[in-house]
């Protein structure tokens, strides 16, 4: 306490407070002095002060009744009793009532000081306790909040791994109130294969690095929270982290255990994330996987179409060779249209919508689906003039497929799958419940007889993340994408399911006044031409049949079965070269590399890219670089004859 401090006297002797105000002052202290109770306080109803000094005995108002007038306007005040009275009796009442100390008069001048000081330090050290208190007090309800808000949930076991803290989150997100958790063994929480690594982990007894380490494992959630929460799972994932309590530091010998602090992260959102991420990645695999396969297979093909095309030279139709090879070319081309639908899944291009007949798409996905799943009886029924509608038909057969691939893992032992296109109209109304805006539509149902689902799970087929597979099964596109195509095409999708009687599924897409543009294929007759063609390909049969099907049109043919070969054949021969057919895919040197090269020799040299894969993606970027045309194998030779002779027209 300052030595400035306030002090104020009351009493009734007047020469008695003149000089101790003199003698107080003197000492550095602020003091006032009243004569009576009822003039002190009017004093204190105007300014406090550190320090109240009061005479027991005083006419109109006492000592003790001041006291009490004091304590109403200032409860912490801190008062020292005088009184010439030496009854032991005053003195227990005036401590009784809240006095600090209590003074005999008369008494030495030290005397008074001594007391005056010490209470001064008493009552400062009061004011600075209650002040630490204080912060305390807010530290502590600072902490508790961080604590019982945190996401995770925080715990602390005693040395028997029974519950001595827990905090809000238990409530949260498990569902057992606090109450329920004290005192109980942990392992209420844990199911029975996880009691084994739990004795390890959750009730800790080490520190270090094992502390640090971080074990995954399931934690059961209340039944009250599952009633409340019926879709939510009966257990969460979580990433635990825990290390011992001792009584001593860690390092010493003869520590006692005194129980377990641990941390339990949820980690169900984050599973979810990385198991779609490995299904992404897999996707991605498979997808790899079936653009190189097609690309092979297509090679293969290119082998049989092309010689099955030199085949049909010269041949009538009333030849008894003409319809079988006919018909190889009929199979060559159902091959490469499956090929093609595998490079699809695997491309990643851009989406081209465009308007199209439902029926041939859904025909074409039917013929690719039944050859896979023969289990499966397959009926579809298709309207007759249905509406055009614009897609991207890749997306869409994507979402179709899907669907089958769900009807199927919904029916392990084989049933029944029914597709069916129809024209709708909606009015105004039942659009709304779906979503949609009134007009026409084009609906695709897809129905089957399998194992269906229980309305929690039809509500929360189109979640992300969601799924009622197991893991090893996959998920295919997933409910949730599908439906996110269809609505970025404006229309909906929705499902109808009654436990063990199948799913109905329902696609609405918008109609379109636009007209479908069929491409329409001219007569297979090979244009004849003249010139000079390098063919680059690492594949011999492809090598072999390009040079006999050009032969056959009357180019003159040189090969080369890699990169570096190619260059060296047209760095001899460029000016006699007129058109390169050019594979994008080689060991060694790619088509790419090759191709810059080839310009730097002659930067006006006519190229024609070849590959098993689609123009889009590597040979988008290869074209756009500086070739001349593009082929895709399996090519015939009325296609390859009218790249060929375009380009050499150019080139002359």
């Known amino acids: ?99 600090y100390d209590y003074l005999k008069k008369p008494f030495e001048y030290e005397d008074l000081l001594k007391t005056i000081k010490n209470a001064l330090e008493k009552k400062q050290l009061i004011i600075e ?27 602390v076991l005693g040395p028997a791994g029974r519950f001595t803290f827990a905090n809000k989150a238990f409530e949260r997100i498990l569902g057992y109130k606090r109450e329920e958790v004290i005192g109980k063994s942990y392992k209420m929480l844990l199911f029975q294969e996880d009691f084994i690594k739990s004795e390890l982990f959750f009730n800790e007894r080490r520190t270090g690095e094992r502390a640090a380490a971080s074990v995954e494992m399931k934690l059961k959630r209340s039944d009250l929270y599952l009633k409340n929460n019926p879709s939510e799972a009966s257990y969460l994932f979580v990433e635990l982290k825990a290390t011992g309590v001792y009584d001593r530091a860690i390092t010493e010998k003869g520590k006692k255990f005194l129980g377990t602090y641990g941390v339990a992260r949820d980690m169900t959102y984050r599973k979810q994330l990385e198991y779609q991420l490995m299904q992404a990645q897999k996707m991605d695999a498979i997808g790899t996987l079936a653009g190189g396969i097609a690309h092979d297979f297509n090679n293969i093909l290119m082998g049989i179409q092309g010689y099955s095309s030199l085949l049909l030279i010269g041949l009538t139709p009333d030849d008894s060779k003409y319809s079988k090879l006919v018909s190889i070319d009929q199979y060559v081309r159902n091959g490469a249209e ?16 465009r308007p199209a007949n439902l029926n041939t798409m859904l025909r074409k996905s039917i013929s690719m689906f039944g050859r896979t799943k023969k289990e499966i009886s397959i009926h579809s029924s298709f309207q007759k003039g249905l509406w055009p509608a614009e897609v991207d038909e890749g997306q869409i057969s994507q979402v179709i497929l899907n669907l089958y691939v769900n009807a199927w893992q919904a029916m392990p032992n084989g049933g029944e799958l029914y597709v069916k296109s129809e024209n709708v109209s909606l009015m105004r109304i039942e659009a709304e419940e779906l979503g949609l805006n009134g007009g026409n539509y084009v609906r695709i149902t897809v129905r089957d007889t399998g194992i269906g689902m229980d309305e929690n799970t039809r509500q929360r087929i189109f ?115 007129d058109v390169l057919i050019l594979d994008m895919i080689m060991p060694g040197m790619s088509g790419g590399e090759t191709m810059e090269h080839i310009k730097n020799i002659d930067p006006n040299a006519r190229i024609l890219l070849s590959s098993g894969y689609g123009r889009e993606g590597a040979a988008e970027e290869i074209m756009a670089r500086g070739c001349d045309g593009f082929i895709q194998k399996p090519y015939d030779l009325e296609k390859l004859s009218r790249k060929i002779y375009m380009l050499c027209r150019d080139r002359n």
């Not at 209650?130 to 945190?150: D, W």
């Not at 499956?338 to 919508?353: E, H, I, K």
């Open 129 to 155: 306790n209650k002040a630490y208190s204080y912060r305390l007090q807010l530290t502590e309800k600072f902490y508790q909040s961080v604590v019982h808000h945190s996401p995770d949930l925080i715990y």
């Open 1 to 99: 306490m300052s030595m400035a401090s306030k002090i104020i006297i009351v009493d009734d002797e007047v020469r008695f407070l003149e000089s101790q105000k003199v003698l107080l002052e003197s000492d550095g202290f602020k003091v006032e002095i009243a004569s009576s109770g009822p003039a002190a306080i009017s004093m204190f109803q105007i300014q406090k002060f550190d320090l109240y000094i009061f005479d027991i005995n005083m006419p109109e108002m006492d000592g003790f009744q001041l006291m009490k007038e004091v304590f109403k306007i200032d409860p912490d005040a801190f008062i020292i009793m005088m009184t010439g009275d030496v009854s032991v009796d005053s003195a227990v009442r005036s401590m009784k009532l809240g006095a």
């Open 463 to 577: 979640e992300p993340f969601f799924t009622t597979k197991k893991k090893v099964s996959g998920t295919g596109l997933g409910l949730s994408s599908a439906y996110g195509i269809i609505k970025s095409h404006g229309g909906c999708i929705s499902v109808l399911s009654t436990k063990g009687k199948g799913s109905i599924f329902y696609i609405y897409l918008p109609s379109t006044e636009k007209r479908v543009v069929y491409e329409i294929r001219p007569p297979a007759r090979p244009v004849i031409g003249k010139g000079t063609v390098l063919i680059i390909d690492d594949e011999e049969n492809i090598i072999n049949v390009t040079r006999e099907m050009l032969e056959s049109m009357g180019y003159t043919v040189m090969t080369a079965k890699s990169g570096n070969e190619g260059i060296d054949v047209f760095r001899r021969n460029s000016e006699r070269i």
């Open 338 to 353: 499956l090929t093609r639908q595998l490079l699809d899944f695997a491309s990643d291009a851009n989406y081209n919508v």
